[in-house]
């Protein structure tokens, strides 16, 4: 079994930052790619940014610039890095991670409990 940790959010100042991160932990044989994606109140949700094994990463345009996707393998951990935030950028957010638990087992898609972001401008 699976288990993931989000942290950080809360009530932001535009133009403030903050970093969110997610820690998996459990039954993990490897993590493959991780990501971060949000919902805003009636809209559908969206990727934020990802990052491969091999650390390669991905942002939405709405984020380029201001966000930064990292990871510590050692950690089984996931960052995100949010600058210069902006009132759109109010939403839920959640982290994924394309999880093997097994050597012989397909990779599945893991999903945190999600944590709000509001941003006041």
């Known amino acids: 079994q699976v288990q993931l940790v989000e942290s950080g959010g809360g009530f932001l100042q535009a133009g403030g930052s903050s970093r969110l991160s997610c820690t998996f932990s459990?039954?993990?044989?490897?993590?493959?790619?991780m990501g971060w994606y949000r919902q805003a109140p009636g809209k559908q949700r969206e990727l934020v940014a990802t990052?491969?094994?091999?650390?390669?990463?991905n942002y939405a345009d709405s984020v380029k610039g201001r966000f930064t996707i990292s990871r510590d393998n050692a950690k089984n951990t996931v960052y995100l890095q949010m600058n210069s935030l902006k009132s759109e950028d109010t939403a839920v957010y959640y982290c994924?991670?394309?999880?093997?638990?097994?050597?012989?087992?397909?990779?599945?898609?893991?999903w945190g409990q999600g944590t709000q972001v509001t941003v006041s401008s």
């Open positions: 990052i491969t094994s091999s650390s390669s990463t």
């Open positions: 459990g039954n993990i044989f490897s993590i493959n790619a």
């Open positions: 994924n991670a394309v999880i093997r638990v097994s050597r012989t087992t397909r990779p599945q898609d893991y």
